[in-house]
Nanobody
Framework: VQLQACGGGVVQAGGSLRLACAAS????????VGWFRQAPGKEREVVAI????????YYADSVKGRFSLSKDNAGNMVYLQMNRLKPEDTAVYYC????????????????????WGQGTLVTVSS
């Protein structure tokens, strides 16, 4: 599966952005999809994961209540809605997919993701 992430940009603190991840080559209905981010000088971290069906999600504590993940299996798209953005959310955001049909969100959060898109930069100014 090939992934293409877009939607990054510059926004003021408190603002919102929606990132999109478009998949091609395979049906996303068989894949868990995650968003990860890497800030300058820091390690990559998980932001949110959605399972194959789109009915179960996981969020990092740092974004819980502010970010929302949705999956459009018919359209082969995953969206990350980011609200109440903070300067510490500044990072390059990556979407990634892992073949996990029928798997729980718990399993998805413990797996290495094999398929990665290019990053999209999110900059939150204070």
């Amino acid at each position: 599966v090939q992934l293409q992430a877009c939607g990054g940009g510059v926004v003021q603190a408190g603002g919102s952005l929606r990132l999109a991840c478009a998949a091609s080559g395979r049906a996303l209905s068989n894949y868990a999809v995650g968003w990860f981010r890497q800030a300058p000088g820091k390690e990559r971290e998980v932001v949110a994961i959605i399972n194959w069906s789109g009915r179960s999600t996981y969020y990092a504590d740092s974004v819980k209540g502010r970010f929302s993940l949705s999956k459009d299996n018919a359209g082969n798209m995953v969206y990350l809605q980011m609200n109440r953005l903070k300067p510490e959310d500044t990072a390059v955001y990556y979407c990634a997919a892992e073949f996990l049909p029928g798997a729980s969100i718990e399993l998805a959060t413990n797996r290495q993701f094999d398929y990665w898109g290019q990053g999209t930069l999110v900059t939150v100014s204070s």
